[in-house]
Nanobody, 122 residues
């Protein structure tokens, strides 16, 4: 079984920073893309940033210049450094990953974490 476990959420003032982490745990052979999504109350889940295993990183327009996604393949971990946080960044942030549990798996399977709350408030 595979779990994506997020951490690092919390309450922060506008202009502050937070760093989210997500560890993929369990039986894992390889991980392709990893990413962060968020869902604010009353809104649909939206992309924040994705990082493939090689290739170009993708950011939502709202994240460009403020957020940085990175990954540590040795630790099966993806990070999201969030700076200059705004009220509108308040949401539950979800980790996402495409991975294979076994070498002989024909395709990557998509997994979600349970989410971590980020609240930007004065």
């Amino acid at each position: 079984q595979v779990q994506l476990v997020e951490s690092g959420g919390g309450l922060v003032q506008p202009g502050g920073s937070l760093r989210l982490s997500c560890v993929a745990a369990g039986r894992i052979f390889s991980i392709n893309a990893m990413g962060w999504y968020r869902q604010a109350p009353g809104k649909e889940r939206e992309l924040v940033a994705t990082i493939p295993d090689g290739g170009s990183i993708t950011y939502a327009d709202s994240a460009k210049g403020r957020f940085t996604i990175s990954r540590d393949n040795a630790k099966n971990t993806v990070y999201l450094q969030m700076n200059s946080l705004k009220f509108e960044d308040t949401a539950v942030y979800y980790c996402n990953a495409d991975l294979k549990q076994r070498a002989y798996d024909l395709s990557y399977r998509n997994y979600w974490g349970q989410g971590t709350q980020v609240t930007v408030s004065s």
